[in-house]
C-alpha cells in the first residue's frame, strides 16, 4: 500500500476504475499525476496503462476504443498544459457522442491562487465543451464523482466527460465502503429512453402514406445498435437508406436498399438526386447539419419530416418537422418496425430500384478512375486496392482532408455495424493514428488501418514510436501530395486559385517512420500499388504506405462544396 493505514484518494481511484470495468486506458505522465501513478504501480486492478507521447492522442485512443467495444475510453494527462492538450480529443469525442473519461491531475488544491506551476481552472475550462465535468476537491465525494460521470457518459446521448483530481486529494482518505459501481454503466448507451406511442403511430402513418421516403441515418443507430431494426423498418417500405459519413455502417452498402452516403463530402449527384426527389425525409441519429444537407438544400426545405433522436435539441433545428420522436434509435426503430407490421396499406417505394440506379451511376464514373495508371497515383486506385485486399471485418481509421470523402463515397463496406471511424465533429487532423491504435486495443483480431493525408502526419508521427513498442500491426497509409490540400481545393473553386501558404516540401514519411522501427514502403508508380499494399496488410508488425498520390483540388474528389 502506500505507507498509509486508509484507502488513498489515488488508489480509490484505480479501485473505481477497476469497479466500472475498466481495461485499458491511455495517457501521459506528469508530476501533479505521481500519487496516481504510484497507485497503478503498487495496485492489482487489471488495468494496462498504455503511455502515450502525448495527450491529445491519449484522447484520440480512447474515443476509437469506445467506438468499437460499446464501453467508455478512458484516459489521462497532467495539470496545465497536459489538460489544454487532451482537451481537442474531448471535445471531439463529446460532439461525437462517444463516451470517453477524460481524468487531468491538478495542482493541489491548498496552493490555489499562489501562482503554482501549471496551474489552470480546469473545471472552467472544460465546462462547455464536455457533457459532464467537476474537480475532485473533496476526497469523501471521490467515489460519487467518478460514479456521476459513467452515469453522464452512458446515458440519454453519450458524451465525454472530465474529473479534475488535485494533488491533496490523490492523498486524503476515501471511506472504503464508498467503492462500488452500477454495472450499467459499464457499456453505452445505458438505460434507454423508449418512444412514445403515439409518436410512432404518427411516424408509421407518414410513412405508410408517402411515395418516395428516404432514410437519412447519422452516428445514431450505430452507437445504440439499431442496424436489424432500421433494415426490419426499410424492408417493409421499400425505402431507401442514406447514411451521412458517421453513419456508415447503419446498413451494409451492399444490401439492396442501401443508397450510401449524401451531402457535401462523399455525396454524388446520383446519391443527391434521390434525396431531392423525397416526399418524406425520416432522420435517425442525425443533426441535419451543414456536410450531410449541403447547406440546408438538401433535402428541400418543403419536404415532410420525421426525426428520431436522443438528443432533443437536436430535433427541428434545422429542418421543420412533422413527427419528433426523442428516444434511442434502436427502441424506436423496433416500435416503428412493429407498427408498420401491424398495418395492412403499406405500399412498396421502390427504394432497392432508385438504390441501384444510383449506385450504377456512381459506379460508372468511379471504374475508370479505380483502374487508371496515372501519376501522381489517384485516390480512387487506393479505395480499389484496398477493397480487394482487406477482410470484411476490419476496421479503416481516416482522417480529414483527402482520406474522408474517398472511403465515404467509394469503399462499399459489406456489413453492418462499426467498421469506418472518421472524426466528424470538428475534423481535426491528425485524428486518425491516435483512433486506430484505440480500435486496435479494443478490437484485437481484426485488422486495423490508419488513413491520413501527409498534413495529418506532422501531425500526429510521434505515435509510431507508441505503435512500435505495443507492437500493434496497424498498417498506416499516407497519401502524399505536399499540401493541405482540401484548403487549396477551396483556394481553387472559390477564391480564383489565389494559392496561399497551403504548400509544403515533401516529406519522405516512409523514412521517418522506419526510424521508429514501422516497416515502410513509398509507392509511386501504380503498378506497384496493389502488391506493396497487399504485403504491408499482412505484415504482423507496424506497417506504413506512403503513396504519392493526386492532389485534391486536380482529382476528381466526391465533394460538391469545399467550404461547407
Known sequence: ????????????MVRMLEAHGVKHMFGLCGDTTLPFYDALA???????????????????????????????????????GGATYILPGVIEANESSVPILAITSDVATSSRGKYPLTELDQASLFKPLSKWN????????????VRAAFRAMTTGTPGATHLALPFDTQKAQVDEAEIWADARHRSFPAERAGPDQSDIDAAAEVLAKAKSAVVICGGGPV????????????????????????????IAETDPLALGVVGSNGGVPATRAVVDAADVILFIGCRAGSVTTERWRSPTRDVTVIHIDSDPMVIGANYQTEVAICADARLA???LADALEARSDLAAQGGAAKAKAAWDAKLAAYAPLAASQDTPIRPEAVMAALMDILDDDAIVVADPGTPCPYFSAHYRWQKPGRQFITNRAHGALGYSLGAAMG????????????????????????????????????????????VYGWIKAGQDSGFGQRYYNVDFNRTDHAAVASAFGVKSWTV??????????????????PTLVDIHSQQLHEAAAPVSEWVA
Open 1 to 12: 500500500m502506500s505507507g498509509t493505514n486508509y484507502l488513498t484518494g489515488a488508489e480509490a
Open 134 to 145: 467537476t474537480s475532485l476537491d473533496d476526497a469523501t465525494r471521490l467515489p460519487a464523482m
Open 524 to 541: 509511386k508508380d501504380p503498378a506497384d500499388l496493389r502488391r506493396v499494399l497487399k504485403e504491408a496488410v499482412e505484415h504482423d508488425g
Open 439 to 482: 480500435a486496435h486495443v479494443g478490437r484485437p483480431s481484426v485488422k486495423t488501418l490508419a488513413v491520413m493525408g501527409d498534413g495529418s502526419f506532422g501531425f500526429t508521427c510521434g505515435e509510431f514510436e507508441t505503435m512500435v513498442r505495443h507492437k500493434m500491426p496497424i498498417t498506416s497509409i499516407v497519401f502524399s501530395n505536399s
Open 223 to 250: 452507437l445504440s445498435g439499431a442496424t436489424d431494426a432500421l433494415r426490419k423498418v426499410a424492408a417493409l417500405l421499400d425505402m431507401p437508406v442514406a447514411t451521412t459519413v458517421s453513419g456508415q455502417g447503419s
Open 333 to 335: 426503430l423496433e416500435a
Open 42 to 80: 503498487r495496485m492489482d486492478h487489471g488495468i494496462q496503462h498504455i503511455l502515450t507521447r502525448d495527450e491529445r492522442h491519449a484522447a484520440y485512443m480512447a474515443d476509437g476504443y469506445a467506438r468499437v467495444t460499446g464501453r467508455p475510453g478512458v484516459c489521462e494527462g497532467p495539470s496545465g
